[in-house]
T-cell receptor
Framework: SQKIEQNSEALNIQEGKTATLTCNYT??????LQWYRQDPGRGPVFLLL?????KEKRKERLKVTFDTTLKQSLFHITASQPADSATYLC???????????FGAGTRLAVHP | EPEVTQTPSHQVTQMGQEVILRCVPI?????FYWYRQILGQKVEFLVS????????KSEIFDDQFSVERPDGSNFTLKIRSTKLEDSAMYFC???????????????FGPGTRLTVL
């Protein structure tokens, strides 16, 4: 069955450093992969989408890579700030489908 | 910026009662979804809806659940006879163009916290 794995442990980093979050998936071949941010008690908020034919995507301080051979996506936040503290969710999406199957998410805490 | 809205923000009900959760998707969006998140767990897909019919549903979405778009703006999730395990945060989402093969962003509402006693 399809499986999505994200770091279950919280990631604690110092302000100004780069945070790197990992998303691994097995038993399917997504056409694209989305990253969302979720704050406690709130709905997920879209951050970035990367397609299977793209290796890397950037948006301001965010960077996503997508390695279909390794079945892995990495999500980077450079120059991290305490306001970046949240849970980050990945959702690999198979072609022809629109539903989002999320990983459990990785909680990021950026300390001043 | 347009946003998805949901009402109520918190609903408390007795086991066995019917509840209706309401959502107003973004106005030009064509595809609608419901997800749920049990406290401390991951966000789970329930159902997707397009062109006035269900496109896809998960195993969670059994006969106790139904969805409806009663007018041009609202999208509702009904749970016919609530169980304790239905207690969760329910999120509505919408997206613009389901036919765009390159991927489509979903916009989530703030959620309705359902507590079944």
């Amino acid at each position: 069955s399809q499986k999505i794995e994200q770091n279950s442990e919280a990631l604690n980093i110092q302000e100004g450093k780069t945070a790197t979050l990992t998303c691994n998936y097995t038993n399917y071949s997504p056409a694209y992969l989305q990253w969302y941010r979720q704050d406690p008690g709130r709905g997920p908020v879209f951050l970035l989408l990367i397609r299977e034919n793209e290796k890397e995507k950037r948006k301001e301080r965010l960077k996503v890579t997508f390695d279909t051979t390794l079945k892995q996506s990495l999500f980077h936040i450079t120059a991290s700030q305490p306001a970046d503290s949240a849970t980050y969710l990945c959702a690999p999406v198979s072609g022809g489908y629109n539903k989002l199957i999320f990983g459990a998410g990785t909680r990021l805490a950026v300390h001043p | 910026e347009p946003e998805v809205t949901q009402t109520p923000s918190h609903q408390v009900t007795q086991m066995g009662q019917e509840v209706i959760l309401r959502c107003v998707p973004i106005s030009n969006h064509l595809y609608f979804y419901w997800y749920r998140q049990i406290l401390g767990q991951k966000v789970e897909f329930l159902v997707s809806f397009y062109n006035n019919e269900i496109s896809e549903k998960s195993e969670i979405f059994d006969d106790q659940f139904s969805v409806e778009r009663p007018d041009g703006s609202n999208f509702t999730l009904k749970i016919r006879s609530t169980k304790l395990e239905d207690s969760a945060m329910y999120f509505c989402a919408s997206s613009e163009n389901p036919r765009r093969l390159a991927g489509d962003t979903q916009y989530f509402g703030p959620g309705t916290r359902l507590t079944v006693l």
